[in-house]
Antibody, heavy 118, light 106 residues
Framework: QVQLQESGPGLVKPSETLSLTCSVS????????WSWIRQPPGKGLEWIGY???????SDNPSLKGRVTFSLDTSKNQVSLKLSSVTAADTAVYFC????????????WGQGTLVTVSS | IVLTQSPATLSLSPGERAALSCRAS??????LAWYQQKPGQAPRVLIY???NRASGIPARFSGSGSGTDFTLTISSLEPEDFAVYYC?????????FGGGTKVEIK
């Protein structure tokens, strides 16, 4: 059974870098495409981007190149960094995975709320 | 690609049929998925490739459509089906979601 668990600071100051980790159990992170998706409070879903073990990545142009993804195969973890955050980046952040880069997201973490505030 | 879902809210009673619409700003072929999200939970995939039910999804959920117009149908609403539903396209980068349809108890 594949399980994903996001972790990281719940509060980040404006202009700083948001860093989150997704710990994966039940499968190897070499097996899927790993995406990050966020949801501002009370609003809809926004795809942030993905990373694959092959080195392939893609991110949403709306984030203007502020995103960095990484994989740690020794810990079976996926990470997200979002730089120069503002209040508009306040959201619940989910990690999710699919079999292919365009396939639906079969497994999701429970999500973690990140608030950007001084 | 912009996905427009309608209606924004659907007020129905248990046992009734629900029909949710998702319209794409350009063709997504059949690369469309539907998700259900309950409060405080992550979304879960119901339908992929427009009409294929994901593993473990009850037969009362069905999807149809191709190109720009898609429908998610719930044949007879169960109490646990009252939730928010999102469509998502996998045809073109960036991947995008619709704004959601809330199915609420009338």
């Amino acid at each position: 059974q594949v399980q994903l668990q996001e972790s990281g600071p719940g509060l980040v100051k404006p202009s700083e870098t948001l860093s989150l980790t997704c710990s994966v159990s039940g499968c190897s992170i070499t097996s899927y495409y790993w995406s990050w998706i966020r949801q501002p409070p009370g609003k809809g879903l926004e795809w942030i981007g993905y990373i694959h073990f092959s080195g392939s990545t893609s991110d949403n142009p709306s984030l203007k190149g502020r995103v960095t993804f990484s994989l740690d195969t020794s810990k079976n973890q996926v990470s997200l960094k979002l730089s120069s955050v503002t209040a508009a980046d306040t959201a619940v952040y989910f990690c999710a995975c699919g079999q292919y880069d365009i396939s639906p997201f079969d497994y999701w973490g429970q999500g973690t709320l990140v608030t950007v505030s001084s | 690609i912009v996905l427009t879902q309608s209606p924004a809210t659907l007020s129905l009673s248990p046992g009734e049929r629900a029909a949710l619409s998702c319209r794409a700003s350009q063709s997504v072929s059949s690369y469309l998925a539907w998700y259900q999200q309950k409060p405080g939970q992550a979304p879960r995939v119901l339908i992929y490739d427009a009409s294929n039910r994901a593993s473990g999804i009850p037969a009362r959920f069905s999807g149809s459509g191709s190109g720009t117009d898609f429908t998610l149908t719930i044949s007879s609403l169960e109490p646990e089906d009252f939730a928010v539903y999102y469509c998502q396209q996998g045809s073109k980068w960036p991947l995008t979601f619709g704004g959601g349809t809330k199915v609420e108890i009338k």
